[in-house]
């Protein structure tokens, strides 16, 4: 089955310490995307990569950080600089510029990963 | 001001009954997405559109690019369908960035 999967589903860790965050698909797709959700508010932009070895900020990039070494896989870096870690993360991939039309648009989300700092 | 608002916030029904969630957004756009997250998180996409109308089931959405507005409908509504229904724009030159509403808390009681 094609799909994006994200692991842990639950991370707790103690502040101070960087956590990572994995996002793997087998969708052959070019672009992924990391987002945060908190309590109340929309889904925020992270990071995004639009092609392997490529990424770019996005809103709220301070304190996290990424790679795209592979096209299955883009790893999201909470680190011990990022103030308020605690929060719902999802990864999502589409197909991306490369391949043109509408369903470039079309995001598919991962299960998330819940990430809590004490 | 959000560049994408949504209404209700909340949105309480009887099962069976009709209804709507409403998405204006302030910018121009090259397609709008629903999306649908449950208790556990994870979130599905319902549909993807540009212009006009389209169905899945029981679900209809409609967008009109002009007024800057969608609806998502949801027909003979049923308590599985509880859940945070999101709307989310990519705003025209915005290199395929979501830009995402605070979604509408649905509750469909039997």
């Known amino acids: 089955d094609g799909g994006i999967t994200q692991s842990p589903k639950y991370l707790f860790r103690k502040e101070g310490q960087n956590v990572t965050l994995s996002c793997e698909q087998n969708l052959n797709h070019d672009a992924m995307y990391w987002y945060r959700q908190d309590p109340g508010q929309g889904l925020r932009l992270i990071y995004y990569?639009?092609?392997?070895?490529?990424?770019q900020k996005g809103d709220i990039a301070e304190g996290y950080s990424v790679s795209r070494e592979k096209k299955e896989s883009f790893p999201l870096t909470v680190t011990s600089a990022q103030k308020n870690p605690t929060a719902f993360y999802l990864c999502a991939s589409s197909t991306g510029m490369t391949s043109g039309g509408q369903n470039s648009y079309e995001q598919y989300f991962g299960p998330g990963t819940r990430l809590t700092v004490t | 001001k959000n560049e994408v608002e949504q209404s209700p916030q909340n949105l309480t029904a009887q099962e069976g009954e009709f209804i709507t969630i409403n998405c204006s957004y302030s910018?121009?756009?090259?397609?709008l997405h629903w999306l649908q997250q449950h208790p556990g998180g994870g979130i599905v996409s319902l549909f993807m559109l540009s212009s006009g109308k389209k169905k899945h089931g029981r679900l209809i959405a409609t967008i009109n690019i002009q007024e800057k507005h969608s609806s998502l409908h949801i027909t003979a509504s049923h308590p599985r369908d509880s859940a945070v229904y999101i709307c989310?724009?990519?705003?025209?030159?915005?290199?395929?960035?979501?830009?995402f509403g605070k979604g509408t808390l649905l509750t469909v009681n039997p």
């Open positions: 990569s639009q092609i392997v070895n490529d990424f």
């Open positions: 910018v121009g756009i090259s397609a």
């Open positions: 989310a724009v990519i705003v025209r030159g915005s290199n395929y960035k979501l830009t």
